[in-house]
């Protein structure tokens, strides 16, 4: 069974604080993404990479895709409240195979 | 609107009475995908589809069965259900195979419970 090891599992920081969120497999995929999900609905899309090295900014999320492709991670600066929500990493195949990470749930305080 | 729709969004059944869980898109997606997600697991693959007729086995397809006779609709049928398939269930859509990482939308999701 293919991984993908996400961590931390659990994060409490307060407001304006930096964090990075890491995934980490054996494997090697075509893409990796990461979503959010707020509670009561489905995961919504933040960002893709596909290219080894490929770093993506999102206004103050910044992620990454490491060379080998078989890593990422996520990092917030000057976390916000509304940042506050769960955090999934997901490696695709080129079969269209897609592996999720464990999650990460956030909690930005005041 | 574009969108994923899912039906029901909640069930309570009991163990061995099928059920079908049906997911219908309206953007034309060629990928379709089915995941459970439970606490501290992520969300783990059941069955995907990258185009009419044609059905992979993901991660956890063992319970389960899909099927793909239109593009629109990908139904997850559990012929016998049992208490360890009680789980929230998604249904997700994206327009090439899925492949290359492009955009998934997901469903609301559906609440099932196995007693």
């Known amino acids: 069974t293919q991984l993908l090891e996400q961590s931390p599992q659990f994060l409490s920081i307060q407001e304006g604080e930096n964090l990075t969120v890491y995934c980490n497999s054996s494997s090697v995929f075509s893409s990796l993404q990461w979503y959010r999900q707020e509670p009561g609905e489905g995961p919504v899309l933040l960002v893709t990479v596909v290219t080894g090295g490929e770093v993506k900014k999102l206004k103050r999320l910044t992620f990454q895709f490491g060379d080998a492709r078989k890593d990422s991670s996520l990092h917030i600066t000057a976390a916000q409240t509304g940042d506050t929500g769960l955090y999934l990493c997901?490696?695709?195949?080129?079969?269209?195979?897609?592996?999720f990470g464990q999650g990460t749930t956030l909690q930005v305080k005041p | 609107e574009a969108q994923v729709t899912q039906n029901p969004r909640y069930l309570i059944t009991v163990t061995g009475k099928k059920l079908t869980v049906t997911c219908s898109q309206n953007m034309n997606h060629e990928y379709m995908s089915w995941y459970r997600q439970d606490p501290g697991l992520g969300l783990r693959q059941i069955y995907y589809?990258?185009?009419?007729?044609?059905?992979d086995k993901g991660d956890v397809p063992e319970g389960y069965k899909v099927s793909r006779k239109e593009k629109r609709n990908f139904p997850l049928i559990l012929e016998s259900p049992s208490p360890n398939q009680t789980s929230l269930y998604f249904c997700?859509?994206?327009?090439?195979?899925?492949?290359?990482?492009?955009?998934?939308?997901f469903g609301p999701g559906t609440r099932l419970l196995v007693l």
């Open positions: 997700a859509s994206s327009l090439g195979t899925g492949a290359v990482g492009e955009t998934q939308y």
């Open positions: 589809s990258m185009n009419v007729e044609v059905t």
């Open positions: 997901a490696g695709g195949y080129n079969t269209g195979k897609l592996i």
